[in-house]
């Protein structure tokens, strides 16, 4: 079971399959109230509750219990080879608003009108499927995080060795920050904007991406394939040069993403190696 709960894995398949709150908890005959606490791990959930909540967002429970957002549509799951393949977001409406208001005036300036305008709606329908501002960003994040760790998982699976496991974790890492670059800018720019419970539980899951980096380096010197000196300082300066990516990278310049991402793979091996 993953460790951050199962109950923010609803939220991010629910996310990405772009069903609202309020419609999900009247599919389960719940509140939107009640199901947004069990979505931020508040209330506990049981056995039969999450096999009628994975019915209803067309995954399964072992799926929300490893923390994957499951390819309900083509394209969107860890099958293999599918790391390397983006559709359009299909975030719900006001989400995928809210993302491009936050990019464009920064989280704390941006305003719930301005997104309702963004997403062609009123102020009121917004609140009707998102509590608050706070709601959307953790919301956003949310997807964001499960994304990354699905896609870095299955390029981790596809490789035949060690280096090979690396080099694609890098080009997947690399890869989600050049093409979704406004979730990943918010990922690292927004991330102070979050109250607790969910600042620590959304910093855990960026650790653990960085901790897949250095395990993975770990194993490629146990196999005596990496040779770098400080390892845990190169595998830091890896993750920090994906993620900076959205701060450059252009989808209408000279390189495609693809080009870019298998780039810095090629650069993590030099580091390493």
């Not at 460790?3 to 069903?19: D, F, L, S």
């Not at 908890?25 to 509140?31: C, F, N, P, Q, R």
Request: charged share 25%; aromatic share 6%; hydrophobic share 45%.
């Amino acid at each position: 079971m993953t460790k951050h709960g199962v109950g923010p894995m609803i939220r991010a398949t629910r996310e990405a399959r772009g069903i609202s709150l309020r419609s999900l908890a009247a599919t389960l005959d719940l509140s939107p109230a009640t199901l947004s606490t069990l979505e931020r791990g508040l209330a506990p959930l049981t056995i039969e509750r999450t096999r009628l909540v994975a019915a209803a967002l067309n995954t399964t429970v072992e799926a929300l219990l490893r923390g994957e957002v499951s390819p309900a549509a083509p394209a969107r799951g860890p099958s293999a080879g599918s790391w390397r393949d983006y559709d359009d977001l299909r975030l719900d409406p006001v989400l995928g608003a809210a993302s491009q208001v936050f990019v464009r005036h920064g989280y704390h300036a941006a305003t719930m009108r301005q997104v309702a305008e963004a997403a062609g709606l009123s102020t009121a329908g917004v609140y009707h499927h998102h509590g608050s501002k706070q709601e959307i960003i953790v919301a956003l994040l949310d997807v964001t995080m499960a994304e990354i760790r699905w896609r870095l998982l299955a390029a981790r699976e596809e490789g035949s060795d060690v280096v090979e496991e690396f080099s694609f974790m890098v080009e997947s890492l690399a890869l989600f920050h050049a093409t979704r670059g406004d979730l990943a800018f918010l990922g690292a720019t927004e991330m102070r904007a979050l109250h607790e419970p969910d600042h620590g539980r959304i910093v855990a899951l960026r650790d653990e991406v960085q901790h897949l980096l250095d395990g993975q380096v770990d194993r490629g010197i146990d196999a005596g394939r990496f040779r770098v000196e400080r390892p845990r300082v190169a595998a830091r300066a890896v993750a920090t040069m994906c993620t900076s990516l959205p701060s450059w990278f252009r989808t209408d310049g000279p390189l495609s993403a693809a080009e870019v991402a298998r780039d810095y793979a090629r650069y993590a091996v030099s580091l390493m190696t």
